[in-house]
């Protein structure tokens, strides 16, 4: 299903954006370094703020998470800069790694960096009306997660200071994520398998028929209601890593609902790189969006 959000809920996320980018700039650099939203166990959980010049309104934010097989990654890694000159500022948050928790400790990280940046969303100009949640490979797997999760108490979690202070999002971009723990390994290719067999076992503990429940925990298939957010993913018909089945199982997912969403194939492409984020693809990202 090709899906224009013009008409949707997203109508609003980035009006005002063609103004603002007149003014703005690609700020490379983060406006904000190493913001500490959360400690958990003495250690801190940063994430960097990048913040577009030149913008009076009220900013909407993409809250970034890095991809890296889930143990693996870091937040300096933000492919999606250059919508900071269609006026969209960026949180990229780093999250507790499988090695040093399993699943769901991440989306309990993820979701309290967004109740951190939705109380301070004064201090930085940010519309919190206007949350939108974007990652890539295991990232784009957790931002799809967190943004159709909001009514799932496991995974809430305790972490942070701003628990009275909402997680929800109003718009998903997934870039080449998984979506069903349950099925992705019958879909994987050989090499894929060596990939997600190691990377599996470190998130969930094991194998997911080892743990079934768990698995479906993680699952964003699981979690869709009538209620999620829009819904945009962009993957390559050649990825030999996550399968592509993984995003078209999410479409079918939302489309059971009647709910917005929209799958970029991305002929020829395979798991990341430079073809996935080049401007153009991005403006017009930003501009389906608007």
């Known amino acids: 299903m090709t899906c224009c959000w013009s008409s949707g809920i997203l109508a609003w996320l980035t009006c005002g954006l063609v103004a603002f980018s007149a003014q703005g700039s690609m700020g490379a650099e983060p406006a904000a370094r190493e913001l500490t939203y959360a400690t958990v166990n003495g250690t801190a959980l940063r994430l960097d703020l990048y913040i577009p010049d030149g913008a009076e309104a009220k900013r909407p934010l993409i809250v ?3 991809g890296g097989a889930w143990r693996s990654g870091d937040k300096a890694d933000v492919p999606i800069r250059s919508l900071l000159k269609r006026g969209m500022a960026i949180a990229s948050v780093n999250y507790r790694l499988s090695p040093q928790a399993m699943f769901p400790a991440q989306v309990h990280d993820i979701k309290a960096a967004i109740r951190y940046l939705r109380h301070h969303a004064a201090d930085w100009n940010l519309d919190d009306r206007r949350f ?3 990652g ?3 990232g784009g797997h957790l931002a799809a997660l967190v ?3 909001h009514s799932v108490p496991e995974l809430e979690g305790q972490v942070g200071q701003f628990r009275e202070a909402s997680s929800q999002v109003q718009g998903i971009i997934s870039f080449y994520g998984a979506s069903n723990l349950e099925t992705i390994l019958a879909q994987s290719t050989p090499h894929g398998l060596n990939v997600r067999i190691p990377a599996l ?4 503990g094991g194998h997911p028929e080892e743990h079934p429940e768990l698995a479906r925990l993680a699952s964003p298939v699981a979690h869709v209601t009538a209620d999620d957010p829009p819904l945009w993913l962009i993957h390559g018909d050649q990825d030999p890593q996550m399968p592509i089945n993984q995003s078209h199982e999410l479409v079918g997912a939302y489309e059971r609902l009647d709910l ?3 799958l970029e194939v991305v002929y020829g492409g ?3 790189g430079d073809l996935f984020f080049t401007d153009q693809r991005l403006d017009r990202l930003a501009d389906e969006v608007r």
């Open 64 to 66: 970034w998470v890095h």
């Open 132 to 134: 939108i949640i974007a």
């Open 136 to 138: 890539s490979s295991a």
């Open 147 to 149: 943004g159709v999760s």
């Open 201 to 204: 076992n470190l998130l969930l």
């Open 260 to 262: 917005p969403v929209n």
């Open 270 to 272: 395979k798991h990341g």
